[in-house]
């Protein structure tokens, strides 16, 4: 197959999956088989297009082939009833030369995409199942890079996707909206998920790119659905406005030829203003709704108010790095985790000295979570050349470049490794 029929199908495929599975999963109500028959039409293309061409459409074409396949798993189990009879007259007037209509055997139904990560949420499913699966089905990321999110091995994710399908299946679990409490039972772990696919079109864990955009649209396309759906829901609110903050920075995250740049040097005035106030308004929701239910900021709207301070900084050297420390301090203590205390440590260094953050980096070195995390080598790095120990310096840099799969972060850390050897200016994480 040449190259680039081989790289289109994958790009394609990358970005329609999701909707693909959605839209059959809503049809054989099995969310395991509609990713089977989304598969079988992948495989379609990778056998196809190479001989008749790419189509002018190429996600309508895996949509409706995977439907199609769906058709025919319907017709030969006899499934759904009545709409087996109309399917079945479907296939009958296709077969007679009459083009079949595939998309008008969708009921209206509402967001697939989003009964997609509720049915993958179900408490019969474990937290961490939820999430793999969900990040499997609506991203489309592969299990090595779903492993990288949640820090631990490839084999375990494989593992938790291939039972939660199969729980899934056996408990027949119906692929709807939930309702009242079983809504709001799922909707941490829905955030989650809404989140870590967000956080992965970002900073891609692997792959030629630093980010993938589409996957970040995705996620905030989601997230201003559910505010919709459950707007008196603080954390929606706040995941809400970190991700409009984040996505503000997309533009200055990259230099001309796709190069990472990094937060204290990218240009601010290709920050997007239109994202940065609808992220404040949301961040005045979510605060607003956890004062009228007289709850402490979560999470999320922590995040968000962390976001807010660089969004309101003009220059990087206006940012309020006490505040932003001290909201670390605050997130520490809601949602605690060893990425938490880095993220914190980089906050600490920056605005009470870099010898300051150290001592906080030098205490995750045990943390075995961390032991493959490639940005605690580039955090201790960047402080221990701004404490002007380069020769360690450049050590940590060159373990990070070798841990990180993202080919545009390694040039990055091999670069700043390189510059070790003459100092290295401050430009911040």
Request: net charge neutral; with cysteine.
């Amino acid at each position: 197959m040449p190259a680039d029929i081989h790289r289109t199908v994958e790009a394609v495929w990358r970005i329609e999956s999701a909707r693909i599975i959605a839209a059959v999963a809503r049809m054989v109500r099995d969310v395991g088989l509609a990713e089977e028959l989304a598969q079988d039409a992948l495989v379609a293309a990778l056998e196809t297009w190479p001989g008749a061409g790419i189509p002018d459409n190429p996600g309508a074409w895996l949509m409706t082939t995977a439907k199609r396949r769906a058709i025919d798993v319907l017709r030969r189990d006899r499934l759904h009833g009545r709409k087996h009879e109309a399917l079945a007259q479907s296939l009958a007037a296709e077969q007679e030369g009459t083009a079949i209509d595939v998309e008008a055997l969708d009921d209206d139904i509402g967001d697939d995409l989003l009964r997609l990560i509720f049915t993958a949420c179900h408490p019969v499913l474990s937290a961490e199942a939820r999430v793999a699966l969900t990040l499997r089905l609506l991203g489309g990321l592969t299990t090595a890079e779903i492993a990288r999110a949640f820090l631990v091995a490839e084999a375990t994710v494989a593992q938790r996707i291939v039972r939660a399908k199969r729980a899934l299946s056996e408990a027949r679990v119906p692929f709807e909206m939930p309702r009242g409490s079983a809504r709001a039972e799922r909707l941490s772990s829905v955030l989650e998920v809404i989140y870590l696919v967000y956080n992965e079109g970002y900073a891609a864990t692997s792959g030629d790119d630093w980010l993938r955009p589409a996957l970040c649209e995705e996620a905030l396309r989601l997230g201003r659905t559910l505010a919709e759906l459950a707007p008196q829901e603080p954390e929606v609110h706040g995941l809400v406005a970190l991700m409009e903050l984040q996505t503000s920075r997309l533009r200055a995250r990259t230099g001309p030829s796709g190069e990472p740049v990094l937060l204290l040097d990218q240009d601010r005035a290709r920050w997007d203003p239109l994202l940065i106030r609808r992220g404040l308004a949301a961040l005045e929701r979510a605060r607003a709704a956890s004062e009228a239910r007289g709850d402490a900021l979560g999470p999320y709207t922590l995040q968000a108010a962390i976001s807010a301070c660089h969004a309101r900084a003009r220059t990087a050297d206006e940012t309020d790095w006490p505040r932003i420390a001290a909201l670390y301090d605050a997130l520490a203590e809601t949602a605690p985790s060893p990425v938490v205390e880095l993220n914190r440590a980089v906050a600490v260094a920056m605005a009470f000295g870099p010898a300051a953050g150290l001592e906080l980096v030098d205490a995750l070195l045990a943390e075995p979570s961390l032991k493959n995390y490639h940005l605690l080598p580039s955090v201790r790095g960047d402080l221990l050349a701004r404490l002007g120990r380069f020769e360690e310096a450049r050590t940590e840099f060159r373990r990070a470049a070798e841990l990180t799969q993202n080919a545009r972060e390694r040039r990055l850390l091999l670069g700043r490794a390189l510059a070790c050897g003459g100092g290295v200016r401050k430009t911040g994480l």
